[in-house]
C-alpha cells in the first residue's frame, strides 16, 4: 500500500476497457444507436464487443470516463498525485486495465468482484461522432464497504480534491454521497462530472441528491441540456442553464460552486454561484485534418483542468490546461495522451524528462496563441515509461514564479 500522503487527486466510478473501432451509418442502424451517444446496453447490444473485435480492427484502452480523466490529470501532475477507485471482475481484463493504468502511472485500488466480468465500453466512431454503448457488469457492484475500508478510507482522508464522474450514480449512490460528506466536513473540493445526457434524465433523483455538495459541475452543452429538460428548464439558454446549476442550494458554504459547460469549438463557459454573467474561454481552432477521435475529449478536458485544479491554478489556466490536454486527445484515436520527443531515437527515460521539462511550456504557448505548440523540430511518441514523471529538478525553482510566468502568457 502506498503512503496515503501521496494522491492529492481522488477519482470515482466505474472502470471499463474500451473497445474502440470505426463504424458506418449501417452498423448504428443494425444496434438502434445514435452517432453522437452514451447509452447503458441491453440484450440487444451484447453483439457490438465481438464485432467491433472481429470485423472493425478495434483498438482496446483502459476506459471509463473517470479512469480517462484520472489518467489524463496524472499525465500532467507529478507522480503519485491521482488515484482512481471502482470495481472489475476476477479476469484478464482487469489485468489488462491494472497494466495500462501502471503504465500511465496512475495507482489503482480495484474493488473485485468474484462473479462479473469487467465492465466493456464499446466505442463506434463515425466520421468525427462516436457512439457509446456501456456494459457495466462488474461496475455496477461497488459496494461502499470498499470505499470506507482500513485499507482505502485514509488514502481518501489524505485527498484534497474528490472527483466523481456521473456514470457511478448509476452503480453506488451511497460511495458518491460519502465522498460528498467528507469533502464538505473537511472543507476538500466535490467535483462531479454530468457524464452523458442519460444521467439528467433517468438518474434524475440520484444527481439531485449530490448536486449541493458540489463545488464544481462539469458537462457539455447537450448534458446541459438533458439537464433542463428534467428539472422543467426546457427552452432556456445554456448560460442560463449553467446559471440554474450554479445557484443550487450548496452544503459547504466556504467556496461559490461553479459550473463549467463545453460547446465543442464554441467557447468554454462557467457560471459562478452568485455571480451576474458568465466567463467565456475560447477554444482554440484546430485543422480539420488534425482531428482523429473526438471520444473522450470531454474526459481529456475534466483531467487537465482537474490537474489545474490540483496545482492551485487560476480558473482561466486550469480552463486552458482542460482545452490543451482535449485537443492532444482528440488527435488520437481515443484519449491516449501521447509525447513530446526531441528525437524520434532517443530513449523513452529521455523523452519522460523532454516532456517533464516541456509540459508548463507547451500549455503556456497554447494558451498564447490559437496555433498550438511553438516547439519546433519535434516527433509525436505513444508514451512507454512506467510513468511520465517531472522530477523535481527539472521543474521551477520557484513554484509561484511558474505561476504567475503560466498567467503572463494567457
Not at 11 to 23: A, K, V
Not at 210 to 230: F, H, K, M, R
Not at 253 to 264: A, H, L
Not at 373 to 381: Q, V
Request: hydrophobic share 40%; net charge negative.
Amino acid at each position: 500500500m502506498p503512503s496515503k500522503a501521496e494522491y492529492a487527486l481522488l477519482c470515482l466510478e466505474n472502470p471499463l476497457l474500451d473497445i474502440q473501432g470505426q463504424g458506418d451509418a449501417a452498423m448504428l442502424e443494425k444496434y438502434g444507436l445514435k452517432s453522437n451517444d452514451a447509452i447503458l446496453a441491453e440484450d440487444k447490444h451484447m453483439g457490438i464487443y465481438d464485432d467491433l473485435l472481429n470485423n472493425r480492427d478495434a483498438k482496446l484502452i483502459a476506459g471509463g470516463a473517470a479512469q480517462n480523466t484520472a489518467r489524463g490529470a496524472q499525465y500532467i501532475l507529478p507522480p503519485s498525485s491521482v488515484l482512481y477507485i471502482g470495481c472489475v471482475g476476477a479476469d484478464s481484463t482487469a489485468d489488462t486495465l491494472r497494466s495500462a493504468c501502471g503504465s500511465a502511472g496512475l495507482h489503482v485500488e480495484y474493488l473485485v468482484d468474484p462473479v462479473q466480468p469487467t465492465g466493456r465500453c464499446g466505442v463506434v466512431i463515425t466520421g468525427h461522432d462516436r457512439s457509446l454503448v456501456t456494459h457495466l457488469a462488474a461496475a455496477n457492484e461497488y459496494k461502499l464497504s470498499h470505499l470506507t475500508s482500513p485499507e482505502i478510507w485514509p488514502l481518501v482522508r489524505a485527498a484534497r480534491i474528490y472527483y466523481v464522474g456521473g456514470f457511478h450514480l448509476t452503480a453506488c449512490v451511497p460511495a458518491a454521497m460519502a465522498l460528498a460528506e467528507e469533502a464538505a466536513k473537511e472543507n476538500k473540493v466535490f467535483v462531479l462530472n454530468l457524464s452523458a445526457p442519460f444521467i439528467p434524465q433517468f438518474f434524475k433523483e440520484q444527481l439531485d441528491s449530490v448536486l449541493p455538495y458540489c463545488d464544481y459541475v462539469i458537462g457539455n452543452e447537450t448534458e446541459a441540456g438533458a439537464y433542463a429538460e428534467s428539472h422543467g428548464l426546457g427552452g432556456k439558454s445554456v448560460s442560463e442553464i449553467a446559471a440554474a446549476i450554479a445557484g443550487l442550494e450548496k452544503v459547504n458554504k466556504e467556496r461559490k460552486r461553479m459550473v463549467v459547460i463545453t460547446q465543442g469549438t464554441d467557447e468554454t463557459l462557467v457560471a459562478v454561484q452568485g455571480e451576474e454573467g458568465l466567463k467565456g474561454f475560447k477554444v482554440h481552432d484546430l485543422p480539420k485534418d488534425e482531428i482523429c477521435d473526438t471520444n473522450g475529449a470531454g474526459d481529456a478536458f475534466a483531467g487537465g483542468f482537474l490537474a489545474g485544479l490540483v496545482e492551485n491554478k487560476l480558473l482561466e489556466e486550469s480552463i486552458h490546461m482542460g482545452q490543451w490536454l482535449a485537443r492532444l486527445s482528440i488527435k488520437e484515436l481515443g484519449p491516449q495522451y501521447v509525447i513530446v520527443s526531441s528525437s524520434p531515437n532517443c530513449s523513452s527515460v529521455e523523452r519522460a524528462a523532454l516532456l517533464a521539462c516541456l509540459t508548463d511550456q507547451v500549455i503556456m504557448s497554447y494558451i498564447k496563441s490559437s496555433v498550438g505548440t511553438h516547439i519546433t523540430n519535434i516527433s509525436i511518441f505513444f508514451l512507454d515509461t512506467p510513468t511520465r514523471s517531472r522530477p523535481t529538478s527539472l521543474r521551477a525553482s520557484n513554484p509561484s514564479k511558474e505561476s504567475s510566468d503560466f498567467s503572463a502568457m494567457a
